[in-house]
């Protein structure tokens, strides 16, 4: 994998969607993820052994920020560990399965192409969470028409959350 636009050395990521995650044990889900799917740790934080907060790169774009569930269950941002489905982008599926498979990854959905052009494949993390990695970047943003609100208005887009068996 190479890096993407998204990441240049010495720059803050360009705004995009970030997944966040509560762990029962966060150092565990950080080592899996780097070493399974290849994330880059760009920053961990923490109080006493609690991973307060953790940042990790995905090198084609985007990331994850997660952290252990120690805060209470008046929290509003209180959920489940290991209650996420997560779908990665990548160019090369294939290699991001076999770095999954050498490194020992639960595979939920074995590789497989699909009717609307995703080449993927699922795989379930210690904690839980499922993340389905493939090629299919979405549907291109659509043209705005005279008098719409354009991308990103209420009613585009699809209640689906993403491909390869990823909840849609």
Same mark, same amino acid.
């Given at each position: 994998?190479?890096?993407?636009? &998204? %990441?240049?050395?010495?720059?803050?990521?360009?705004?995009?969607?970030?997944? #966040?995650?509560? #762990?029962?044990? &966060? /150092?565990?889900?950080?080592?899996?993820?780097?070493?399974?799917?290849?994330?880059?740790?760009?920053?961990? %934080?923490?109080?006493? @052994?609690?991973?307060?907060?953790?940042?990790? *790169?995905? /090198?084609?774009?985007?990331? $994850?920020? *997660?952290?252990?569930?120690?805060?209470?269950?008046?929290?509003? %941002? +209180?959920?489940? +560990?290991?209650?996420?489905?997560?779908? *990665?982008?990548?160019?090369?599926?294939?290699?991001?399965?076999?770095?999954?498979? &050498?490194?020992?990854?639960?595979?939920?959905?074995? *590789?497989?192409?699909?009717?609307?052009? @995703? %080449?993927?494949?699922? $795989?379930?993390?210690?904690?839980?969470?499922?993340?389905?990695?493939?090629?299919?970047?979405?549907?291109?943003?659509?043209? /705005?028409?005279?008098?719409?609100?354009?991308?990103?208005?209420?009613?585009?887009?699809? +209640?689906?959350?993403? /491909?390869?068996?990823?909840?849609?």
């Amino acid at each position: 994998m190479t890096a993407h636009a &998204a %990441h240049q050395p010495g720059q803050p990521p360009v705004p995009t969607v970030w997944p #966040c995650l509560h #762990c029962t044990h &966060a /150092p565990t889900v950080i080592d899996w993820l780097v070493t399974a799917l290849g994330f880059v740790e760009t920053a961990r %934080h923490t109080e006493g @052994d609690s991973v307060v907060h953790a940042e990790l *790169l995905w /090198p084609e774009g985007g990331g $994850v920020m *997660l952290g252990d569930h120690v805060r209470g269950d008046d929290d509003p %941002h +209180a959920t489940p +560990a290991g209650a996420a489905v997560s779908f *990665l982008v990548t160019h090369d599926s294939d290699a991001v399965y076999a770095r999954a498979r &050498a490194a020992g990854a639960e595979v939920v959905m074995e *590789l497989h192409d699909t009717d609307y052009g @995703d %080449h993927g494949f699922s $795989v379930r993390d210690p904690e839980g969470n499922v993340w389905s990695v493939g090629q299919y970047r979405g549907q291109p943003t659509p043209t /705005p028409t005279p008098g719409s609100a354009g991308p990103g208005s209420a009613g585009a887009g699809s +209640a689906g959350v993403g /491909p390869a068996g990823a909840g849609s």
